[in-house]
T-cell receptor
Framework: EAGVTQFPSHSVIEKGQTVTLRCDPI?????LYWYRRVMGKEIKFLLH????????ESGMPNNRFLAERTGGTYSTLKVQPAELEDSGVYFC???????????FGPGTRLTVL | AQSVAQPEDQVNVAEGNPLTVKCTYS??????LFWYVQYPNRGLQFLLK??????LVKGSYGFEAEFNKSQTSFHLKKPSALVSDSALYFC??????????????FGTGTRLTVIP
C-alpha cells in the first residue's frame, strides 16, 4: 500500500512569490491534515479536512494560506504571497475516518529567500 | 490547552545500552499519546500510541513507552540501543474531549544519537 506522498520535496522561492504544495493521502483515508515545522520548533497543526470539507482550520497562520481538497482526494496548500517566516517543513498526514493514528508524508521543505 | 514538552534536545547513548527519550504533556482531559520517529530525509513514522488500557505500550523496532498519569509523562524506552535508532523523535498528544480533538500537538523533538 502506498503511503502519503507530497510534492515537491523541496521548494526555494523568493519573498512575494506563490507556491503550491500538494499532498496525496493514503487511498481511502477520509481525514487529511496539514502541519508545519519551523526550524527547530515543534510541529504545529494547520488544518484538517474530512473528505472535501474543512473540519478545522484554526491553525492556519493568516489569509495568505489557502488549502483545498478537490473531490476528497488530494489536497493543495497555496501560499500567496510567501513571506520569509513561511519557511519550514510542511507535513501532510492522513487517517481513516474515526482512526486514532495519523500517517505522515515525507514533508515539503519550503525556503523563502 | 494542550502542550507537550521534550526537555532534551539531544540524547546520546552507547550502542547496546538502554535508552530513554523523555516526554511530558498537558491536557485537560484524558490524553491520547503518540511517538513518531523521523529518519534522515524521511517523513514521520508512527512508532506507538497509548489510548487506554495497559500503561506500558509496545511499538515498532523494539520500542516501548510507559504512560504515567500522575507524572503526566510518556517516556520512550528501548532496552538495547542500535546505531540504526539514531533519528529525531517526536512525542505528540491529542485531547479527544477538546475542540480540535483530532489535532496532534507535538513536542520540539529529541535527536537521539547511538554511538557505536
Amino acid at each position: 500500500e502506498a503511503g502519503v506522498t507530497q510534492f515537491p520535496s523541496h521548494s526555494v522561492i523568493e519573498k512575494g512569490q506563490t507556491v503550491t504544495l500538494r499532498c496525496d493521502p493514503i487511498s481511502g483515508h477520509d481525514n487529511l491534515y496539514w502541519y508545519r515545522r519551523v526550524m527547530g520548533k515543534e510541529i504545529k497543526f494547520l488544518l484538517h479536512f474530512v473528505k472535501e470539507s474543512k473540519q478545522d482550520e484554526s491553525g492556519m497562520p493568516n489569509n495568505r494560506f489557502l488549502a483545498e481538497r478537490t473531490g476528497g482526494t488530494y489536497s493543495t496548500l497555496k501560499v500567496q504571497p510567501a513571506e520569509l517566516e513561511d519557511s519550514g517543513v510542511y507535513f501532510c498526514a492522513s487517517s481513516p475516518y474515526r482512526a486514532d493514528t495519523q500517517y505522515f508524508g515525507p514533508g515539503t521543505r519550503l525556503t523563502v529567500l | 490547552a494542550q502542550s507537550v514538552a521534550q526537555p532534551e534536545d539531544q540524547v546520546n547513548v552507547a550502542e547496546g545500552n538502554p535508552l530513554t527519550v523523555k516526554c511530558t504533556y498537558s491536557v485537560s482531559g484524558n490524553p491520547y499519546l503518540f511517538w513518531y520517529v523521523q529518519y534522515p530525509n524521511r517523513g514521520l513514522q508512527f512508532l506507538l500510541k497509548y489510548i487506554t488500557g495497559d500503561n506500558l505500550v509496545k511499538g515498532s523496532y523494539g520500542f516501548e513507552a510507559e504512560f504515567n498519569k500522575s507524572q503526566t509523562s510518556f517516556h520512550l524506552k528501548k532496552p538495547s540501543a542500535l546505531v540504526s535508532d539514531s533519528a529525531l523523535y517526536f512525542c505528540a498528544v491529542r485531547d479527544p474531549q477538546s475542540t480540535g480533538a483530532n489535532n496532534l500537538f507535538f513536542g520540539t523533538g529529541t535527536r537521539l544519537t547511538v554511538i557505536p
